[in-house]
């Protein structure tokens, strides 16, 4: 007679079935959800200042959500039926036509704009792109700098003859101009680092890592873990760290929870431009 023995799993198998359970929840959890949420940041980061300005100021008056108005002229962008961003009136315009659309809904798209059933559900679902990570364009956040200055956008730009790219936007100013803090959150990095100088990070309220690079001196009273809002004193603009031969400048980087680097660049036009209507 044959003895039929049962045996419980080896350790190997157990160790097999955890890395198995683990790569599930990162190919059907993790990764789908840090890729909404990078392409949530990026769509924003496309949207000219004034046109998210424009489109803020024309839904307010028609009751209507701004992001579905901003997506409705970024996806036709990307498909080449329009050349550029539309002037104000035109913002205006539309935002007439879809007056009163207090959700975002393909059919309302379709009836009020006379777009395709496609054309509009893609307008639909990017408009709620916009809308779950739309926080970040609002004046809550504050400019770095308490006077205008010039910056371009040089996101992706070759450093150190192209081993990497620029991840943030250079804003020059003379040095010793005091810097603030464009959020609420808290200090997480403090001090020297090889190529940010004399460098903080803020740990923002949002969950977004907000990096302040290359000063000449911190603000002697910041600890790490302290609490900041917008607006705080942070430190003073230098050329510390890899920026000793360049300008004067601030090196200002903002990275997502899921660690991507987005580009900051039409933000601080907003955040600026929001700092000019609060002085007016
Ligand atoms: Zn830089």
Known sequence: MALVTRRKPGPGKIVIGIIAVIVIIMLYYVLPKHQAETEAFEKLSQLPAPVV???????????????????????????????????????????ARLAGSKGIDRSEIVRKLGFSRQLAGEIAARAKILQSRSFILSPVYGFPYKILLHYTDTWGADREGGKR???????????????????????????????GGERVGVRGKDGIYYYYAHMSR??????????????????????????????????????????AWINPYNFLRYWEGSMDRSRA
């Open 165 to 195: 790219k620029h991840e943030g936007t250079d804003i020059f100013a003379v040095e010793g101009t005091p810097i603030y803090s464009v959020s609420e959150g808290k200090v997480e990095k403090l001090g020297w680092n090889r190529l």
């Open 218 to 259: 911190i603000n002697p009273a910041l600890k790490v873990g302290l609490t900041v809002t917008a607006g705080s004193l942070l430190g003073y603009t230098g050329h510390s760290g890899d920026a000793i031969s360049t300008p004067d400048h601030l090196h200002f980087g903002m990275q997502l929870p899921n660690g």
């Open 53 to 95: 300005q424009s489109s803020q100021k024309a839904a307010d008056r028609f009751q209507l959500p701004w992001e579905l108005l901003a997506a409705s002229f970024q996806v036709r962008l990307e498909h080449g039926l329009i050349d550029s961003y539309p002037e104000d009136a035109d913002i205006i315009k539309t935002a």
